[in-house]
């Protein structure tokens, strides 16, 4: 079984179609900072400097892999406008809209069984 970026061995597709579907998700969610992203653009739109804003100390280019990561598998949309500086707002996608469900049952879950000190 190949599970990867470039893809998964169709032998895999094909025979353990249950196992696919749940790695394909988890292939689209992997990245650290990707569960809060969705989980942040979940109300409303956001510009990329308040992105950066909530996710702290995450560096420039590491918020910008994991946003072009999410945009590429059509999960988030990027919209860039003409002005000076350019605005760039990222906003969910119905099919980003769809994995919602999915973090709001992590959430759940961790208030249930998570550690609390």
């Known amino acids: 079984m190949r599970v990867c970026n470039e893809g998964f061995d169709q032998d895999f597709i094909d025979g353990k179609s249950d196992m696919y579907a749940i790695a394909f998700t988890q292939n689209v969610l992997s990245g650290r900072w990707k569960y809060f992203i969705l989980w942040y653009l979940k109300d409303e739109t956001r510009r990329y400097t308040d992105i950066k804003k909530f996710l702290g100390d995450l560096s420039q280019g590491s918020l910008t892999k994991q946003l072009k990561e999410l945009e590429n598998d ?34 759940d879950y961790g208030r249930e069984y998570g550690e609390t000190t």
């Not at 350019?86 to 999915?102: A, N, Q």
């Open 74 to 107: 059509g999960v988030i949309q990027r919209d860039v406008y003409p002005e000076v500086p350019p605005r760039v707002e990222y906003s969910l996608t119905d099919k980003g809209i769809k994995l919602l469900p999915i973090l709001e049952k992590m959430a």
